[in-house]
């Protein structure tokens, strides 16, 4: 009720005019949305698989033997949700199909609204308006979009995500987000190594302690199938999906695609180890160096969420969601930066920025390219671009990082007039001379 409560208050609080408008604006998306999601007889397909997972442990079968549709679609996340999927069981797939879209939109608003906390912006009075919006145009998003397609996970794991990485330092939930996570869908474990290298060692703990108990807990009540995924099927990439397909927007995709290749191996493996120690560096240099900048704690979260979206063997276009948190990101650094107004590309590079990223992940640039009648790999390279299209912004992304940290950490005087907070929230570009590091 405590979370209800401030809620409320939150929208009892703002401007009523502002709010009004942008559930209107909201709305209208949403309705248009719903039309052309009518129009384009949508499978879901992915909440049959989950449907299927589900029945397969409240009937006692072979939860990694199923295979659903006529691609033949097997399971693949941990017994763990599995078992979360056992109530989709007992829905009409009619039923699950509406359930799962509510919940995803739902999991939507919950994750602008973690991503304004992450960010500090807008200011309180106008957070509930920024909810409704993100909410409401969100779903124009490739990844939003796939994901309420195909009915995924994605919104609850980048939900958890973000939760934990806006809980204080001194919560002793820290790093059960990232567990619950990581118990569900492997990949976000990627942030317990983040965890690590910041000397978060408690949340470290935290979040491999949970881990580990969703790993229990499957191995408690699905022992037989927990020792398949565990000891055979998660290093099994064939059983996702084939690695070179557009689908698949990962750095391995992408050289699969660049080199006419169905697996790349060594040549894409040591550029996969390179960006991940890259990533994973500009993230922990943020938080131990450039603590006390304006929104550092935000830049060092998305770091290591591009980067794990980039490195991971298979990621489809809807795991590329983390795009909703970084356009508000991007969106807190716009205002800041109209707000100074600075003349020429100085006053305007965030706008021209958050522009592209926008574009980018409207574009669905990546389901242009005809793949259907590929054979093989075999694809003209003046479709390069397009069909990797998200790994290419992913690079650009950690290069725009890189020359942050690196303007971050020059030794600028703070304006006289500038007062600002420390850590997330706060708004300005430069911090106070004393939060300097």
């Not at 557009?246 to 695609?257: E, F, K, T, Y």
């Not at 694809?379 to 992913?394: D, K, Q, R, T």
Request: with cysteine; glycine share 8%.
């Amino acid at each position: 009720m405590t979370t209800v409560n401030r809620v409320i208050g939150a929208v009892r609080a703002a401007p009523r005019r502002t709010t009004v408008s942008a559930a209107a604006v909201a709305l209208v998306s949403l309705f248009a949305y719903a039309a052309l999601r009518h129009l384009s007889h949508v499978s879901m397909v992915d909440a049959m698989v989950y449907q299927a997972e589900g029945a397969a442990v409240a009937h006692g079968r072979d939860l990694y033997e199923l295979r659903v549709g006529s691609y033949a679609l097997p399971a693949t996340y941990p017994p763990f949700s599995a078992m979360l999927f056992a109530p989709a069981a007992f829905l009409s797939f009619g039923a699950l199909r509406v359930t799962v879209t509510l919940v995803n939109l739902v999991e939507l608003a919950v994750v602008a609204a973690l991503a304004c906390r992450l960010a500090g912006w807008p200011s309180r009075p106008l957070r509930p308006a920024a909810v409704l919006l993100v909410t409401g145009l969100g779903v124009w998003l490739e990844p939003v979009w796939t994901t309420l397609r195909y009915g995924q996970i994605n919104l609850l794991i980048l939900a958890l995500v973000l939760w934990d990485l806006t809980l204080p330092e001194s919560s002793r939930l820290k790093g059960v987000g990232i567990g619950l996570a990581a118990g569900l869908k492997v990949t976000p474990g990627f942030f317990l190594v983040y965890l690590l290298l910041t000397r978060r060692f408690r949340a470290a703990a935290t979040a491999a302690a949970t881990g580990a108990l969703t790993v229990l807990v499957g191995l408690l009540v699905l022992p037989g199938a927990s020792w398949d995924f565990w000891t055979k099927d998660l290093y099994d990439t064939t059983r996702v999906g084939k690695e070179y397909i557009v689908d698949n927007q990962s750095l391995r995709g992408m050289a699969d695609r660049l080199l006419h290749s169905t697996h790349t191996g060594a040549s894409t493996l040591l550029l996969v180890a390179l960006v991940a120690v890259a990533g994973l560096a500009l993230a922990t240099l943020i938080e131990r160096r450039c603590a006390g900048m304006p929104r550092a704690h935000a830049w060092a979260g998305m770091t290591v969420a591009i980067t794990m979206v980039l490195v991971s063997p298979i990621s489809w276009t809807h795991h590329w969601v983390w795009c909703v948190p970084l356009l508000v990101l991007l969106a807190a650094e716009a205002r800041t930066e109209r707000r100074r107004g600075r003349p020429g590309w100085a006053g305007r590079r965030w706008r021209v920025v958050l522009a592209a990223t926008a574009l980018c992940f409207c574009s669905f640039a990546m389901w242009f390219v005809p793949h259907k009648a590929w054979h093989g790999v075999q694809m003209s390279y003046w479709f390069e671009p397009a069909a990797s299209v998200y790994p290419l912004f992913g690079l650009a992304f950690l290069g725009l990082v890189a020359v942050r940290v690196r303007r971050w950490r020059r030794p600028l005087p703070a304006p006289a007039d500038l007062t600002v907070g420390h850590g997330a929230s706060a708004i300005g570009d430069r911090p106070r001379a004393t939060a300097r590091p």
